[in-house]
């Protein structure tokens, strides 16, 4: 058959002239991706006096306090306007209640000092949530039959966020997903003078394998004979869209400045339905199982690791992100600051 004698040939509309060069790629491209769109997560350890690699998570390390200020004006330096620290508690610091997270002394508080007179236009987010401070790994404290007990972790957490508002924090980023945790840290740090720190609320946030390699990374992991920790008892059910907008949008209710959906590749569906039903910013949390599958992939040759991370990352805005974190965060800033950068 020749073409010349179809009826609907030649088409009117041939879209690949828009496609044809680097140029006019360049104009039509509809999503960015830039280094002020990237929060760099940081894993803070006290007695690692030298960069401790992670073997799930190659190329991301567990800093000494010293360590992570040279990482923060790094970063800086390359247009990352914030960090989210998250501490490697030493074990013989954990108990059942993770009294840990009020200690004005802790690890996170003289990091942020530290940072704060170092770096001090760089953003700090610092997570709320007892998990790094539990010795049973959970978010929470648990009740005498061994489940999180909602009311009594909240009440932990609004003075763990006063404690953190206190050492210095722009941001608390509550994790945990107890119920009505944002009104409480809301209303805590309004009563104590402190209305200047902001809340980006975990708002969705699933009950994700994809969080195992994070668990080695700070040390919440249990023996694997134990298995996976399981937080569908407060984490959301992969399952459910429209569970996940009911509880992101009390988050909104309650006081929140940011919501964030996490994780974030697996869940972009999510990402753009909350996009339609607020007008506050959106953060997303690449976590750590999509980094390490990206790397993965990579190491064995299958994936082109540089495409595939941005690919992955112009997915993530293109979903409907402002704010994006990322372990790529480095490695991207650098890239994108490159003047032979193109994404072409
Ligand atoms: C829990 C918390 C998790 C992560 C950060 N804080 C999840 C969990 O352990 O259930 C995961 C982040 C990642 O995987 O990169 N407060």
Request: glycine share 8%; with cysteine.
């Amino acid at each position: 058959m020749k073409l010349d004698d179809l009826s609907q040939w030649p088409p009117r509309r041939r879209m690949r002239r828009s496609r044809s060069g680097p140029s006019i790629r360049s104009v039509l491209q509809e999503t960015h991706l830039s280094a002020s769109d990237l929060i760099a997560p940081l894993f803070v350890k006290e007695s690692a006096t030298t960069p401790e690699p992670i073997a799930s998570m190659p190329g991301v390390f567990r800093l000494g306090i010293r360590s992570v200020v040279d990482e923060c004006r790094t970063l800086h330096t390359l247009g990352v306007r914030g960090v989210a620290l998250f501490p490697c508690t030493d074990p013989s610091l954990k108990n059942p209640k993770g009294s840990g997270a009020l200690d004005p002394q802790g690890l996170i508080p003289r990091t942020l000092a530290e940072i704060k007179s170092s770096v001090p236009g760089l953003l700090v987010f610092c997570d709320v949530a007892l998990d790094p401070y539990t010795d049973h790994g959970h978010d929470g404290v648990l009740d005498a039959s061994g489940t999180v007990d909602n009311d009594a972790t909240v009440e932990i957490l609004c003075h763990m966020s006063l404690c953190l508002a206190q050492a210095g924090a722009n941001f608390v980023a509550p994790s945990d997903m107890m119920d009505g945790r944002v009104g409480a840290i809301r209303d805590t740090l309004d009563h104590s003078g402190h209305h200047s720190t902001g809340i980006l609320a975990y708002a969705a946030k699933f009950a994700s394998a994809y969080y195992g390699p994070f668990r080695d990374a700070v040390g919440s992991a249990r023996p694997s004979s134990e298995g996976y920790l399981d937080k569908r008892g407060y984490q959301l059910n992969p399952a459910n869209p429209r569970e996940a907008l009911l509880d992101a949008l009390l988050d909104e209710e309650e006081g929140a400045d940011i919501l964030m959906v996490k994780p974030a590749g697996p869940y972009l569906d999510i990402l753009t339905r909350l996009r339609e039903h607020t007008l506050l910013p959106l953060a997303a949390y690449q976590v750590s199982g999509e980094y390490s599958m990206i790397h993965a992939a990579a190491e064995r040759g299958w994936t082109d690791l540089p495409r595939t991370r941005l690919e992955s990352l112009l997915a993530i805005k293109r979903a409907g992100a402002d704010i994006i974190l990322s372990y790529f965060t480095k490695t991207v800033a650098e890239e994108l600051s490159r003047p032979s950068f193109s994404i072409d």
